[in-house]
């Protein structure tokens, strides 16, 4: 089993940034693939970014690159998405998740963990 508390969401202007953190606890963390994933008010979860367990390798959804950075900490079991430049649409509940293999990356049901999720709320 794997445990994932995310943190640092809330409100910000538009232009700005934040950092969310996803911290895990359980079973080797170092050997899955992350991801973050977001959901809007009355939308379906979107895939937003994915990271390989030896950081080798990213994945981001069109929407968030070149703004969105994610990035992981194996030895603190950690794992990152960096929001530069937001925009008043990247308004939502981010996700933390994992899943064992790198691969099917946006899509939800491959992902069995789940963290509780965060606000994060662009003003314009």
């Known amino acids: 089993q794997v445990q994932l508390v995310e943190s640092g969401g809330g409100l910000v202007q538009a232009g700005g940034s934040l950092r969310l953190s996803c911290a895990a606890s359980?079973?080797?963390?170092?050997?899955?693939?992350m991801a973050w994933f977001r959901q809007a008010p009355g939308k379906e979860r979107e895939f937003v970014a994915a990271?390989?367990?030896?950081?080798?390798?990213?994945y981001y959804a069109d929407s968030v690159k070149g703004r969105f950075t994610i990035s992981r900490d194996n030895a603190k079991n950690t794992v990152y998405l960096q929001m530069n430049s937001l925009k008043p649409e990247d308004t939502a509940v981010y996700y933390c998740?994992?899943?064992?293999?790198?691969?099917?990356?946006?899509?939800?049901?491959?992902?069995?963990?789940w963290g509780q999720g965060t606000q994060v709320t662009v003003s314009s």
């Open positions: 998740a994992a899943k064992a293999y790198y691969n099917n990356l946006a899509n939800t049901r491959m992902y069995p963990y």
């Open positions: 359980g079973r080797t963390f170092s050997s899955y693939a």
């Open positions: 990271i390989s367990w030896r950081e080798s390798s990213t």
